[in-house]
């Protein structure tokens, strides 16, 4: 609709008023804040053929106002301000509660203390790394486009507590999450509770210490690296990439793992090559990866001795449950890509695998690609299951995406694999001893970058 308004062409956008603000705000980062829109009382979810009709046809008469009259100029959505603050108070504590207070007023905090960015802070940061300030990392940080340059990816590493030292691997974030394309920005304006989750491996593990043991996840000192550098990726979204709650973030009940969501490679307790290697780099080249993630459940299995009992604990999950929209999602369509329409991204699903069943897993000599393959095969739904939350009417959806499969509607016990293939499945071997390990739904690929160290 940004498009066809800048070529001359009136157009309306359809939204609901729950989400007023994010389409506000969109059409203002997009360079069209006056957008016209036509603005549903309800959202579209979970209504009926006959509420969907009384809603279109209340709307007409906006549509009308919008292809016909000039638009009414909005101003800017976001004032500007500038470019330092002064912040007062009786005393350090009290600026520093100040500081706070104001940062969380103008929804620039992701809700806990920020350390503040003072210019000596972010000059600290930057001293010892080889970009100046003004060098531009990514020209356009999804969702909102802004620009991350060096000097705005230090002040959101100081805010979240990050040292000099931390400087690359904050270079490396915004370089990944840029690597995730439009799914990038399709996921951090999603409804859904999607995080950005980091995977860091190579000798920067031990360099920086980050925690790749027992409580990887955290919370706890052993975990602060883990924590401030998955912290700064959330800060530098909402901060650079203009992407607020309420305001292109849009998730409906959000999630814990979006404050921070990083991981290290247990690389001793990996059966295979280290993840560095299998991403397509040298083993002394420390990577970092991202991959959108949903929240997902403990895979508990204290008493299997052969891999394929651990897995079918998994199975019970994967080979039923269809209440995440990346379960089945090849199957009617894909993930298009607004971008090149004809393209579609698949969904990567990772199994967080703790040491203790990585072992089953190298005593019985199996490989990645078993446990690819075997997921593949056993996580399968019936049809009838897998396209009813989907897309309605099942018919018309199916002819779109699947005509060649129209028998399957004569067939509907048919079983179908809940992802595209063997490689939707991705192993990450991390975290302490004991039979726990866990299983995230994917919403993107993986993106990897080298830690330019």
Known sequence: MILMEK???????????????????????????????ALFPEVLTNQTSESLARMVAGVVDQVIDGLTKQPTPMGEFRPRLSETEVITGDDYGDCLANFNRLFVEREWSDGFPLIPPTPKAV?????????????VVVNGLYPGRGVASIE??????????????????????????????????????????????????????????????TCV????????????????????????GQCYPGSMDMDTLGTPNKYSFCLAENVARNPWE????????????????ITCVYPGPDVYDFTATKPEEMLDTLITLTGSYIGVISV?????????????????????????????????????????ADIQEYLHQKSRIPFKRLYTIAVKPIEKALKATRPELMWLLDQPDTM??????????????????????????????????????
């Open 328 to 368: 089945g999602r090849w199957f009617y369509g894909g993930r298009p890509d607004p971008d090149k329409p004809q393209e579609t991204h698949k969904e990567i699903h990772m199994l967080i695998l703790a040491p203790t069943h990585a072992d089953l897993m190298r005593k019985h000599g199996w490989t990645k």
């Open 416 to 453: 179908i694999s809940m992802a595209e293939g063997p490689e939707c499945y991705e192993v990450f071997v991390t975290g302490g001893d004991a039979g726990r390990s866990q299983f995230l739904y994917g919403g993107s690929d993986v993106s990897t970058v080298a830690i330019d160290i």
């Open 123 to 135: 000059e600290r940061m930057i001293a010892g790394y080889k970009l100046p300030p003004e060098a």
């Open 152 to 213: 705005k990816i230090a002040i959101n590493g100081v805010m979240a507590g990050c040292h000099p030292e931390h400087m690359p691997v904050l270079v490396a974030l915004a370089k990944a999450y840029e690597g995730l394309g439009v799914i990038g920005k399709m996921q951090a304006m999603s409804t859904g509770p999607n995080a950005p989750l980091v995977l860091i491996s190579g000798p920067i593990i031990e360099k920086l210490g980050f925690n790749y043991r």
């Open 7 to 37: 070529a001359g062409i009136p157009s309306v956008t359809f939204t609901a008023r729950h989400f007023i603000h994010d389409a506000r705000s969109t059409a203002d980062v997009l360079g069209c804040p006056e957008v016209p829109l």
């Open 217 to 240: 996840m955290g919370p706890g000192s052993p975990s602060h690296v883990n924590t401030v550098i998955g912290r700064a990726l959330r800060l530098m979204l909402m901060n650079i």
């Open 274 to 289: 280290p993840w560095n290697v299998q991403q397509g780099f040298d083993r002394e080249v420390s990577t970092l990866s």
